[in-house]
């Protein structure tokens, strides 16, 4: 059985940071390209990034390139999220998902599993 547990939300100031972390189990790990989503009240899940499963291409939603940067460690399974210069328009809950054909899909129909979710919360 495949699980996505995250770890790292929170509350934060604008300009401030955050690492969100994602533990995959029940495969193989590497074997998947990862990605995080964010959906924030009244609104569509929106991508945010996307990481191949060797960690060697990474693609990112405008609205945060240069901001945020997704790595991975396939020895830990895990991957993490580090989110830098964050606005209040970065409130949302934050969603990993694995994919195990598509690299940096935009649609939830292209992941097979997703993570929980866990709120993120950015004051002004």
């Known amino acids: 059985q495949v699980q996505l547990v995250e770890s790292g939300g929170g509350l934060v100031q604008a300009g401030g940071s955050l690492r969100r972390s994602c533990a995959f189990s029940?495969?193989?790990?590497?074997?998947?390209?990862m990605n995080w989503f964010r959906q924030a009240p009244g609104k569509e899940r929106e991508f945010v990034g996307a990481i191949s499963w060797s960690g060697s291409r990474q693609y990112y939603a405008d609205s945060v390139k240069g901001r945020f940067t997704i790595s991975r460690d396939n020895a830990k399974n895990t991957v993490y999220l580090q989110m830098n210069s964050l606005k209040p328009e970065d409130t949302a809950v934050y969603y990993c998902?694995?994919?195990?054909?598509?690299?940096?899909?935009?649609?939830?129909?292209?992941?097979?599993?997703w993570g929980q979710g866990t709120q993120v919360t950015i004051s002004s």
């Open positions: 029940g495969r193989t790990f590497s074997s998947y390209h």
């Open positions: 998902a694995a994919a195990s054909t598509t690299f940096g899909g935009r649609g939830t129909d292209d992941y097979d599993y």
